[in-house]
């Protein structure tokens, strides 16, 4: 119930196109869905977050699409870029809790 | 303002060795936390560290063991090294808030046994 469970595991898009990346939860009681981004030779930094009392956030190119009753929540990259490439991470949190949950990631390639 | 610090960025060892990682968190976090990754498992959570205590732990062998001290810099100390220790290792710094834990990881350190 603890596991945050990501798809696919890896992309490829080609440039332009729009990337989608998925995770779904099991355990309710999740209140907080980062999103992080990781070059190759960098550790992973947060792209963007949501709360599941809205059903989407965008930030630029970047949108996270939230379903409470299906327990599942995406990461969609509108007009793909070659600098997009990176492996992605979604998490989840408990209200109170510290630790993020972690989906395995996904490996995105945007080819040009 | 200055990132998460690692230190060493790389690293070989041999089997049976030890290793101590050093990682020096953002100003004023409090948190530190380590993570291993590996191509084939993603980011496996080891401890995480407030205020000198372990608040949390993953499921590693007692061989993974760290600590924190009064200025928040954290280290790690992996014993009698096996060859699936090799990843890199990755040490996150958080200003603690919870329900909202944003954290900053630093760059890793890459340890190879051979």
């Known amino acids: 119930q603890q596991q945050v469970k990501q798809s696919p595991q890896s992309l490829i898009v080609q440039k332009g196109g729009i990337s989608i990346i998925n995770c779904a939860y099991e355990?309710?009681?999740?209140?907080?869905f980062p999103w992080y981004q990781q070059f190759p030779g960098k550790g992973p930094a947060l792209l963007i977050a949501?709360?599941?009392d809205v059903s989407e956030k965008k930030e630029g190119r970047f949108t996270i699409s939230f379903n409470k009753s299906a327990k599942q929540f995406s990461l969609h990259i509108m007009d793909s870029q070659p600098g997009d490439s990176a492996t992605y991470f979604c998490?989840?949190?408990?209200?109170?809790?510290?630790?993020?949950?972690w989906g395995a990631g996904t490996k995105l390639i945007i080819k040009p | 303002k200055a990132g998460v610090t690692q230190t060493p960025r790389y690293l070989i060892k041999t089997r049976g060795q030890q290793v101590t990682l050093s990682c020096s968190p953002i100003?004023?976090?409090?948190?530190v936390s380590w993570y291993q990754q590996t191509p084939g498992q993603g980011l496996q959570f080891l401890f995480e560290?407030?205020?000198?205590?372990?608040?949390n732990k993953g499921n590693f062998p007692g061989r993974f063991s760290g600590r924190q001290f009064s200025n928040s810099r954290s280290e790690m100390n992996v014993s009698t090294l096996e060859l699936g220790d090799s990843a890199l290792y990755l040490c996150?710094?958080?200003?603690?808030?919870?329900?909202?834990?944003?954290?900053?990881f630093g760059a890793g350190s890459r340890l190879t046994v051979l």
């Open positions: 355990n309710t009681a999740f209140d907080y």
């Open positions: 560290y407030f205020s000198e205590t372990q608040r």
């Open positions: 996150a710094s958080s200003r603690d808030s919870p329900g909202a834990n944003v954290l900053t």
């Open positions: 100003s004023g976090h409090r948190s």
């Open positions: 949501i709360r599941p």
């Open positions: 998490a989840a949190s408990m209200l109170g809790n510290y630790q993020l949950i």
